[in-house]
């Protein structure tokens, strides 16, 4: 499958703006190197924000690049802040609600929007859009969505190998850690599997997987918990 969806994402609520829903804003300063964004969301209670919301994506120069959608854009505000409607409210760029990184190593900045809990155990999840050099602008990925919504946060980006990794559990005692290469104009291929099993007191079963001259080699190997958990730190 390749990376980048073949139709261009639209939806009304982008033709018809923000103001259909934005009760709430927040506005993020430098989010990345390039971009500010402003954030429209639907609910605030607390510290907490969520629902139907909106990210306006702009250039330092203020100019507006994209507007993205979220059906549940699960946001926290700083400590001592408390939204008000109409108010334009800032946030740091850590804010986690719209994270913006290259996400498949072309070289431009890719941006994910959270949508709301469906990773594992109720973990963050994120619709993920990737740069068009063709369009000049964010196509959904629904690889990279699949992937950002699966685990316990969105993957992690591991720029010197090139790889995505994912993390989930199972139970208590079950982590699983998942590493995958982005394959221009192909999509993703999962290259390394690790799962460590905690099960059994006082030791840590250690499995591995990895996708070498496309056949899987699989390791395992049985540690004492103390030494491993000293080792890992």
């Known amino acids: 499958m390749n990376i980048l969806n073949k139709y261009w994402h639209l939806s009304a609520f982008l033709l018809l703006g923000p103001l259909c829903f934005g009760q709430y804003q927040f506005e993020v300063k430098n989010v990345s190197k390039s971009y500010d964004a402003v954030i429209h969301v639907e609910n605030c209670y607390d510290d907490r924000c969520g629902g139907k919301g909106t990210v306006e994506l702009f250039d330092h120069k203020n100019s507006k690049v994209q507007t993205f959608v979220s059906k549940d854009l699960v946001l926290y505000t700083e400590q001592g802040q408390k939204p008000i409607q109409g108010k334009l409210i800032p946030l740091l760029k850590d804010q986690r609600a719209v994270i913006i990184d290259d996400f498949n190593f072309d070289g431009t900045e890719d941006v994910a929007i959270r949508n709301g809990n469906m990773g594992n155990y109720s973990g963050a999840s994120y619709d993920v859009y990737v740069f068009n050099k063709t369009r000049l602008g964010f196509v959904k990925s629904d690889e990279l969505t699949e992937l950002g919504s699966n685990g316990l946060d969105i993957f992690d980006i591991d720029a010197k190998r090139k790889r995505l990794i994912s993390y989930g559990k199972s139970g208590c005692c079950d982590i699983f850690t998942s590493e995958y290469a982005v394959i221009p104009n192909k999509g993703l291929d999962k290259v390394?599997?690790?799962?460590?099993?905690?099960?059994?007191?006082?030791?840590?079963?250690?499995?591995?997987?990895?996708?070498?001259?496309?056949?899987?080699?699989?390791?395992?190997?049985?540690?004492?918990?103390d030494q491993y958990n000293r080792n890992k730190k």
């Open 192 to 225: 390394f599997e690790k799962e460590e099993d905690m099960s059994i007191e006082g030791s840590v079963k250690v499995t591995t997987k990895e996708k070498i001259n496309n056949k899987w080699i699989t390791k395992t190997k049985v540690y004492p918990s």
